[in-house]
């Protein structure tokens, strides 16, 4: 998959030859529109706090999610290395424009720190609605991707993501606690 | 019983007389308490013929997202819709402060930011939206010039947007909503030559994303009629029979090209010393949003969609008319002459 998304961006932007210079900083690659960094920009921090609340599991060695947890895990970081993969091969910088925004589907300092708390059953339970909520903001927004966005690779990262966010809502419900 | 009617009568007339004080005074703050001066009255034709000129060369352009599709008729379209008005000589009663204004009462509230998410509806906190009916995530110059506003005047199409305040989780819009364009902030002789702003520029003002109230807090709460609360970055404890009101100053200088950068803010700068930075040389009106709440009280019952109160922030996306906007600014900005919603002294 990820070789997919180099060769694509690659062909994109002109490198595919051993001629072929990086474009110009600060110059994105002419097939990434607004919404698609727009949407980029989104699923870095979506994904980060979800794996910052994730990594709250290690101290709840008792929980029923920590089957669920290890599949998002690897599924969000292997996102965000496929994304930041994207963002270096068009030479933009990683924008920080959500870094600890309250934004739905983001996981926020608040909700974090009370989760930090909470132990047994109690934690279960919170871990649980943020990561539902988080899900679902996540396939609204690559919908929203989907029908507006222009570029393959981000295009295809959206419906990824819309198709396993909707697989670990149905994981999610199947934990029993 | 004789008493209690007249002390009612008494406390409403106290209350009444309260009000106008209050409105009288946040309007010299709006005007930012000071007199100015008046200017030379050269370079003001001068100086709107070259912003009229200048900025549909300008615009079409935005950074970052080079090949983002902005519009390249955005400028060029509302160019030619109408001339600009003759200018009028400054009236003998006028008051010298550069200002214009837009009342643009509450229009609808969405999950949608059209600037930071374009095309993304519902990847948003929740906006409160002002002046322009139509805006949502796909809004676009195009989309918003054919559209309709609550704003007076109604040539005003801009969109204007901000977190929603929740008052106990409930959202509560503001009733006063006043947009000033203002040439304060700089010296005279800039102040002079401030253009008109690019039609199609977006603004982002405030932080949304503050953790604390620091220095990159530009926003203000403050209360209407009760100065004596002073003004704060956060939440502030409003009296009963007040409101508790926000001040939010825009960035006034522009780099001369972009509509818009990839943070949305790179393109436009506060000034330094009196003047535009050389790297944002052009001098344009600061927009001054100024929201009033129907709400006062303990703050621990208000949030913003966004969060705390320092993370208030406004967003703005200039779709005011060329014409009607370089008249306002060659006759009320350049000039320094107080005008109403008109443009007019």
């Known amino acids: 998959m990820r070789a997919l998304l180099v060769a694509v961006v690659l062909a994109a932007a002109g490198c595919g030859t051993p001629t072929g210079s990086p474009p110009p900083a600060g110059s994105p690659a002419p097939d990434l529109a607004a919404t698609d ?5 989104l699923l870095i921090p979506q994904n980060e706090s979800t794996l910052a609340a994730l990594a709250l599991t290690s101290a709840n060695p008792g929980s029923a999610l920590h089957p669920v947890a290890r599949q998002v895990e690897t599924r969000y970081r292997a996102e965000l290395a496929q994304v930041r993969e994207l963002l270096a091969r068009i030479g933009r910088q990683e924008s920080d424009q959500h ?79 | 019983m004789a008493h209690v009617p007249s002390s009612r009568l008494r406390r409403r007339v106290w209350i009444a007389a309260l009000a106008v004080a209050g409105v009288a005074a946040s309007a010299v703050t709006a005007n930012a308490m000071f007199f100015t001066p008046p200017a030379q009255p050269k370079a003001s034709q001068t100086s709107s013929a070259a912003a009229v000129t200048s900025s549909p060369q300008a615009a079409g352009t935005t950074t970052p997202p080079a090949d983002t599709p902005v519009p390249t008729a955005e400028t060029t379209k509302a160019a030619v819709v109408a001339p600009p008005k003759p200018q009028e000589p400054i009236p003998p009663n006028a008051v010298r402060v550069a200002e214009f204004v837009a009342e643009c009462p509450f229009t609808h509230k969405l999950p949608d930011d059209p600037i930071v998410l374009p095309n993304l509806p519902g990847a948003s906190h929740m906006h409160s939206f002002f002046g322009n009916t139509s805006t949502n995530a796909h ?34 819009e503001p009733t006063g909503t006043t947009f000033y364009y203002l040439g304060e902030g700089v010296r005279d002789d800039v102040t002079a030559r401030i253009q008109p702003l690019p039609y199609g520029l977006r603004i982002v003002a405030g932080n949304a994303k503050a953790t604390a109230p620091d220095n990159t807090t530009t926003s203000r709460w403050s209360c209407l009629h009760a100065g004596h609360v002073g003004a704060s970055k956060d939440f502030v404890t409003c009296p009963a ?65 966004s969060g705390p109160g320092f993370t208030m922030h406004g967003d703005f996306f200039n779709v005011w008319p060329e014409a009607e906007m370089a008249q306002r600014v060659r006759d009320c900005i350049n000039r320094i002459v107080k005008c109403g919603p008109d443009g007019r002294p």
Not at chain 1, 37 to 41: I, K, M, P
Not at chain 2, 142 to 158: Q, R, W, Y
Not at chain 2, 164 to 169: E, H, R
Not at chain 2, 278 to 286: F, G, I, L
Request: glycine fraction near 6%; proline fraction near 7%.
């Open chain 1, 37 to 41: 960094l727009a949407f980029v920009d």
């Open chain 1, 99 to 177: 870094d600890g925004h309250d934004m739905p589907g983001m996981i926020t300092a608040a909700e974090l720190a009370t989760l930090a708390h909470d132990r047994g059953t109690a934690f279960d339970q919170q871990l649980k609605a943020l990561l539902r909520s988080q899900f679902e903001e996540a396939r609204t927004v690559a919908r929203a991707e989907l029908s507006s966005g222009t570029s393959q690779p981000v295009l295809e990262l959206g419906a990824r993501v819309d198709s396993t966010r909707a697989e670990f809502l149905a994981l999610l419900e199947g934990v029993q606690r």
């Open chain 2, 139 to 172: 809004s676009d110059v195009t989309s918003l010039g054919k559209a309709t506003s609550t704003c007076s005047p109604k040539v005003d199409l801009s969109s204007y947007w901000v977190p929603t305040l929740l008052v106990d989780g409930q959202p509560v």
């Open chain 2, 241 to 305: 029979g007040t409101m508790i009101e926000s001040y939010l100053d825009f960035p006034q200088c522009w780099n001369g090209k972009d509509l818009d950068s990839a943070d949305h803010k790179s393109h436009m700068s506060y000034p330094v010393n009196g003047d535009c930075p050389a790297t944002h040389p052009v001098p344009v009106p600061k927009l001054r949003q100024v929201l009033r709440y129907p709400a006062n009280g303990d703050p621990a019952r208000f949030k913003l969609s």
